[in-house]
């Protein structure tokens, strides 16, 4: 018992310690692949809102600055030159309507910019469309708030200039100023004409931005990280910044830290970790930088590290658990195993109380058992190599299994190729009795695989129908080694037994496992050695495209068959057979069909035989199906179809003489005569001074169809020659033949012959 619980006990710690390292290895996968993933993504993310929020900064504020300046300038309502040329000084009008377009694009884009100023250099003076027209700019104190952008386009060498973040007072003459009454203002100045410098320019444009529409962008689209956003020029001084009193001072970040346009990066600030990430304004060189405490990013991933341990934990205990039932489930078949053992066991020795004893006992026994079987293996070997043989015909075994299968056929080594070739000499068995039958397979077997061939090897066995396969494995895939071994089979069969051989080749495959292809392809070919008797090998690949063939015999030879069986014309109803035959043999059609339509005219011929009320001298009833089921090829069915219908037609004959033919004779003259006139039955017999009623049982009796089937018939046979000569319209053959309407007619010859008049003439052309 200690040891039977050791056993279960060894396989539970082996299946923990598996499912524990396993966890263990991908939880710490996890937690260093997402912990670092989400940091990264945490970070790409504040880097994005940051890139987005600089970009809706310039669209939203600064582009609009310049594209006021844009509008200002190209204005054709007014002139921006007007101080600047003298003759334009005193023309009052023309400065309140300069004034009033600087007001309505103040008006218009009011949420952005507070004020718009022409500066005139040459002349000092300033038109404001907040205060109006100043002079003498340069020394009157009151414009001190306005004129910072002025001394820095004088100084300027380009076009443009950005002023950085000053504060205001609301009334710009008022000394004193607080943050309750201050404006935060960026002035954007441009010189007219364009390409101009600040000095050289006659008219400087300025246009008061509104700091607080730059911290309102921040504090929508940055919420979190509003109070840690600032934007900074090149200089240093501070743009912008939640803290209204470090506007226009100079800031703890330069613009030497700059190596891009954006970047993320780690630093200490005030002792504490921060991840400090800036992105470039290039249409004023800014640089907006946010500072965020690294804790802001960790803090979430230390959720999702505590989530994987959480979860690390659950399936530790979980695989436990299961480790648990996954050992008990295994033990359980060792255990049912050695009490089955104890059973089976006579008598089981006391210190075998371990499992693995009790097995190792079992397997000797066993392989005594098994040597026994071996003996009795050896004796029915010929019996389990015809199984094996039927399974691989049927493709019964995996590679794995066939390597298992394998030495009950003696096969000691694999061969490169293998082919099948089924034997058929049913025609010539069936005249055997079922021992000299048995015989003469079984000998034909032997001596198959007592051939030898360098390189070969050959196994034959017999098939439940009469048949023999013969599974060749060789090297080389050769159809020289078939033809050879195919000769020998039809040589010893003719010399030995006195049989006529058939045999059907299948292709080469690499795998005796595929060989049921190779058996599929050569079944599918002997089924044609029916319609084929006289050729020895089937060996042509045509047969298996004949196979999967969706032509179809034409209908017609059906009905010509039928149309002359009924005239009683013997040598023309032989060659009706003799065409059907010549068509099977060359033509393109499945044997299935083949045989579908030789069913076919067995059933026309029964048909007829059941008409004439034919009853065989030797036989009290003549079972067609079954004669023609016993038949072993076209050749044979040919020959029975020809003497039995000749048979038929004599006995016919001999009865019509010892009847009123003459009678017959002259209604059939009648009727010929007179297709288009009245052959009704009771105009006929009047003809031939004959009751209708004896007139009818005489057609039924000597024709084998009744009197109007009759009629209709020559009608439709006349109808048949008109049409070929192809001279008269439907309507004149239908009046020709006896019917009053073309569409009677075509409705009678299309039951008759299975197709329209049209169609009809439409074959006989293909044909021809």
């Not at 190729?417 to 077997?445: P, T, W």
């Not at 080749?505 to 690499?510: A, E, H, K, L, R």
């Not at 005796?512 to 079944?523: G, N, P």
């Not at 001999?654 to 009771?682: C, F, K, M, P, T």
Request: some cysteine; proline content about 2%.
């Amino acid at each position: 018992m200690k040891k039977r619980n050791s056993v279960f006990a060894n396989l539970a710690i082996s299946y923990m310690s598996i499912v524990i390292v396993i966890v263990l290895l991908l939880c710490s996968t996890f937690y260093i692949y997402f912990s670092g993933k989400y940091k990264d993504e945490l970070r790409n993310r504040n880097q994005l809102i940051l890139k987005n929020t600089a970009q809706t900064i310039e669209s939203t504020v600064l582009q609009r600055a310049q594209q006021m300046y844009l509008d200002i300038s190209l204005s054709k309502n007014v002139n921006v030159r007007l101080f600047a040329d003298p003759a334009y000084q005193n023309n009052h009008s023309k400065v309140i309507d300069l004034q009033e377009l600087l007001k309505s694009e103040v008006i218009s884009n009011s949420d952005v910019v507070q004020a718009v100023h022409l500066y005139y250099p040459k002349n000092k003076m300033l038109l404001s469309s907040l205060y109006g027209l100043a002079m003498n700019v340069d020394h009157d104190r009151s414009m001190t708030y306005l004129a910072d952008w002025i001394q820095g386009m004088r100084s300027n060498p380009s076009s443009s200039y950005w002023t950085s973040t000053r504060v205001i007072p609301q009334d710009i003459y008022t000394v004193q100023s607080d943050n309750s009454s201050s404006n935060a203002l960026i002035t954007f100045a441009h010189s007219y004409p364009f390409q101009e410098s600040g000095s050289d320019s006659d008219v400087i444009i300025a246009v008061d931005v509104k700091e607080s529409a730059i911290r309102d962008i921040i504090r929508n689209m940055m919420p979190s990280q509003y109070e840690g956003t600032f934007i900074l020029d090149r200089s240093g001084q501070t743009i912008s910044d939640a803290d209204s009193s470090k506007l226009g001072l100079q800031g703890e970040y330069d613009d030497s830290t700059i190596q891009g346009e954006a970047q993320s990066n780690n630093g200490t600030i005030d002792q504490a970790s921060h991840v400090v990430s800036y992105q470039l304004i290039p249409s004023t060189g800014w640089t907006m930088y946010s500072v965020v405490p690294s804790s802001s990013f960790y803090e979430k991933s230390i959720v999702i590290q505590k989530l994987i341990l959480g979860i690390c934990l659950l399936v530790i205990l979980i695989g436990i658990a299961m480790s648990g039932i996954l050992a008990r489930a295994n033990y359980s078949p060792i255990k049912r195993l050695t009490a089955k053992i104890r059973g089976l066991l006579d008598h089981a020795p006391e210190q075998m109380t371990n499992e693995y004893g009790l097995i190792d006992a079992a397997f000797v026994k066993l392989k005594d058992k098994v040597n026994s079987l071996e003996e009795t293996l050896e004796a029915n070997s010929a019996v389990i190599k015809h199984n094996v043989v039927q399974n691989l015909l049927n493709n019964c075994y995996t590679p794995e299994e066939w390597l298992e299968e394998r030495p009950f056929i003696g096969f000691t080594h694999a061969y490169n190729h293998y082919c099948c070739l089924v034997l058929d000499s049913s025609e010539a068995l069936a005249q055997l009795s079922a021992r000299n039958m048995q015989y003469a397979v079984f000998r034909i077997m032997n001596q198959l695989e007592s051939v030898v061939l360098p390189d070969c090897r050959i196994i034959a066995e017999a098939l439940p129908d009469k048949r023999v396969v013969v599974i060749v494995c060789a090297n080389e895939a050769s159809d020289g080694l078939l033809e050879q071994i195919s000769q020998f089979v039809i040589s010893e069969g003719k010399e030995q037994f006195q049989l006529d051989v058939q045999i059907a080749w299948g292709s080469w495959v690499p795998e005796m496992t595929e060989v049921h292809e190779s058996y599929d392809e050569a079944h599918i070919k002997l089924k044609y050695g029916y319609f084929l008797p006289d050729i020895a090998i089937l060996n042509d690949r045509k047969l298996l495209d004949r196979e999967n063939s969706t032509e179809e015999i034409p209908q017609a030879i059906v009905a010509r068959f039928r149309d002359k069986l009924q005239a009683r014309q013997s040598d023309e109803l032989e060659m009706v057979v003799e065409q059907l035959v010549l068509a099977m043999q060359e033509g393109m059609y499945s044997a299935d069909h083949c045989r579908f339509m030789l069913g076919n005219i067995v059933f026309v011929y029964s048909d007829y035989l059941k008409s004439v009320q034919y009853k065989h001298r030797e036989q009290e009833k003549l079972d067609l199906y079954s004669q023609f089921a016993q038949l072993r090829s076209v050749r044979a069915f040919r020959q029975w179809l020809v003497q039995s219908s000749a048979d038929l037609l004599a006995y016919l004959e001999n009865r019509n003489s010892e009847r009123a033919v003459s009678s017959i004779e002259v209604v059939r003259q009648y009727i010929e005569d007179n297709l288009s006139g009245d052959l009704s039955l009771d105009a006929v017999s009047a003809q031939v001074f004959l009751s209708s009623k004896y007139l009818s049982k005489l057609f039924k009796e000597e024709i084998g169809m009744n009197y109007t089937d009759y009629v209709t018939s020559q009608r439709m046979e006349r109808a048949k020659v008109l049409i070929e000569k192809n001279n008269m319209t439907i309507e004149q053959i239908a009046n020709m033949v006896g019917y009053g309407t073309a569409a009677y007619f075509i409705k009678k010859f299309k039951e008759m012959h299975g197709c329209t008049p049209g169609n009809y003439l439409r074959s006989i052309a293909k044909e021809a």
